[in-house]
């Protein structure tokens, strides 16, 4: 039993000594490593530095976790407006907006941007380029935000709402717009006259009267005009297209308020009354007419004969006499006139319309003239 205890007693005292070498190796390594690691360059550095041992493993990508999640909570505020934003460059670029600083110059129509990639979606309208295609109609748009806007025609949607009345529409500012009718907000005002506006669009209209602008011109006459809505009107005397038609005669116009002022005819309603004479007019433009028969106002003179009018259309049309204009053409046969009366009533014998019928014997003529000079074949003693 000694004997064993001695081997025993033997054997752990030489273990102890054989393990102790071993791990006075092994921490010499680990000492000549530590020793060699301050020599490694910093991209060698930068590498092993996120290898974190979990649990015995090494893990990557919590140092990008961390990293990632630290860009986001990185925040860069407009001190002018508080808005932020994550990185530096766009906080730059979005004070450009308070400085009103544009940069990027547009080389065809010298138009200005503060962003760069707001001036390649500018180019497209020079370039014609529309990459941005709606898939119900084929439509193309140069911007991706007009065609979101476009496809709510084909959807109905309209997302924003009047609070007031109910209205809804399809875009924001057009909203922002509309909101003006509410609060009577004119923001646009004329530097000559001092009118206000509430839309830009109806002040640089407004201008054309002031400057005698007519950017609008026939291409079959040659006469401009000041707003697009008269040349649409003005074309229909070329054309002969009397669109909006009298329910109770049949009779058309070229114009919606010409149609308007005849069904007054058919009612009898005069609103415009000579306060002298009694005598009521359908228009308010043939009362002031009439009014300066009263006072013998002729203030319209020609220059050529001398001969003096109290009306500007009569005026006018006595100086076409001289300057022997005739501006409104036949599109069929190329014959001028001086009138576009003159011109509508020629359509006719084209036509072959015939719309004044004899009361007598249900004849139609195609001119109020040739209908009175048969009525008096009905009527001898009224044509004496």
Known sequence: M????????DMNEEEPCEVKDED?????????????????NDVEENRQEPHNSINGETSVTSSHTDKNSSQKRRS??????????VRKGVLKDHMKIHTGEKPYLCDQCGRRFT???????????HTEEKPHTCSQCGKGFSLSEDLKIHMSIHTGEKPFTCDQCGKSFMRKGVLSKHMRSHTGEKPHVCVECGKGFSLKENLKCHMRIHTGEKPYTCKECGVSFKFKGNLNYHLRIHTGATPFTCHLCGKSFTQPDSLTYHLRCHAGVKPFKCEQCGKAFILASHLKKHMMA????????CSVCGKTFSRLDCFKMHQKGHTGVKV???????????????LKGHHRVHSGEKPYKCS???KSFSSSCTRQKHVRQHCPKRAK
Do not use: W, Y
């Open 2 to 9: 000694e004997r064993i205890k001695l081997e025993i007693t």
């Open 24 to 40: 006075t190796e092994e921490q010499s390594g680990l000492m000549e490593v530590k020793e060699e690691r301050p020599e490694l």
């Open 76 to 85: 860069f505020p407009c001190d002018q407006c508080g808005k932020s934003f």
């Open 115 to 125: 962003r760069r990639h707001l001036l390649n979606e500018h180019m497209r309208s």
């Open 294 to 301: 009263h006072a013998n106002e002729r203030p319209h003179f």
């Open 328 to 342: 409104h053409v036949c599109s069929e046969c190329g014959k001028s006139f001086r009138r576009a009366g003159e």
């Open 360 to 362: 007598l014997c249900d």
